[in-house]
């Protein structure tokens, strides 16, 4: 049976059958065989040495697994192997797959980078000197008892609260999958390594763009509570129109590789497992965005965003006055372009 599922495999990805390959991967040809590339060295010593199963074979049914949310023992019993086997063969794949993120996931760091992210948020919607839109969604999970306070979220469902920040194009330049669903997006972003990078940018000003429930501060910029004039409100106008992106990106996220969307149920893993599935499924959009990859046959159009993080239920964790320095910033941006 292993035979006959590889040489469906190969036959599929030889003849380009994408929309079968894009039903069962979400992805196209080449990114499947880049992949199958990119973890050849990383696996063969893992899993050609320890188990009877095909190298292509392993790959395929973990990106099967991450791209159509179904169960263990089904892509198991699809692919010819058996539920255990294939949950060590995720382990592998997923830690494989890791091992490359920080090519795929990445901030700005040169100045070609950075000023070419400035152009192209600009083209958005006229907002000057953005290199990246800030924002967290969810990730559902299923916990132990004694952890399900820690993890329930306020939509009261168990979840990692997961950070992200994009570019114009829908690439997340940042990732960070660490922490329970009932810490604050404010919190989280605390606790990541945002502050210190962009508090050694902030001097050239380089801004991220955050909804409500971020503090102001010279380098992350929010709306205007109560726009009292219409240069605020031109202000307001262009950042939620700049801002709206990492919300339509988390959106096709999830679309784009189901295992993340709460519409096929939890994640049945502990959070370490979750936050590593979640960094590789980003690296595999990030991947998808770089190669011009087409949507699946079932994507009938982009995705416009979640309704994860409400902005008026933010309102509780609102810092309760804005930093002076980001204030300052905001104010004289308003005066010289809004």
């Not at 929309?19 to 880049?34: A, F």
């Not at 820690?150 to 469902?157: A, F, G, I, L, S």
Request: aromatic share 6%; glycine share 4%.
């Amino acid at each position: 049976m292993d035979g006959d599922i590889i040489a469906t495999v190969n036959t599929a990805i030889a003849k380009d059958e994408w929309k079968k390959i894009h039903t069962l991967y979400r992805l196209d040809r080449d990114t499947i065989t880049t992949i199958v590339d990119l973890l050849h060295d990383d696996l063969v010593s893992l899993i050609s040495i320890h188990t009877a199963i095909p190298l292509l074979l392993t790959e395929v049914c973990v990106l099967h697994f991450l791209a159509t949310d179904t169960y263990q023992h089904t892509v198991a019993q699809l692919h010819g192997m058996s539920q255990p086997c294939f949950s060590c063969v995720l382990n592998q794949v997923l830690d494989a797959l890791l091992k490359h993120a920080s090519a795929y996931i990445s901030l700005p760091w040169t100045a070609q980078e950075v000023n070419y992210t400035k152009i192209s948020f600009h083209v958005l919607a006229g907002m000057p000197n953005v290199i990246g839109a800030l924002d967290c969604t969810h990730v559902e999970l299923v916990v132990w008892h004694d952890m399900e306070v820690v993890y329930c979220n306020r939509k009261q469902y168990h979840s990692i609260n997961v950070q992200m920040v994009c570019n114009e194009s829908k690439m997340i330049t940042h990732c960070c999958a660490r922490y329970p669903g009932s810490t604050h997006d404010s919190m989280v972003l605390l606790n990541s390594m945002l502050p210190r990078y962009m508090e050694r940018n902030a001097a050239q000003c380089n801004w991220l763009l955050g909804d409500a429930g971020y503090p102001l501060k010279p380098w992350l910029l929010t709306a205007v509570r109560h726009p009292l004039n219409r240069h605020k409100e031109d202000y307001n106008r262009a950042q939620t129109r700049t801002r709206v992106v990492i919300e339509q990106t988390s959106g096709l996220l999830k679309a784009q590789i189901c295992c993340l969307s709460r519409s096929g149920g939890a994640l049945i893993y502990g959070p370490e497992k979750v936050g590593k599935i979640v960094l590789a499924c980003v690296m595999l959009h990030n991947m998808c965005i770089l190669r011009n990859v087409p949507l699946p046959p079932d994507m009938d159009q982009k995705p416009q965003g979640e309704d994860d993080d409400d902005d008026e239920q933010d309102d509780a964790h609102r810092p309760c006055r804005d930093a002076r320095e980001g204030r300052t910033v905001r104010q004289t941006l308003i005066a010289q372009y809004f």
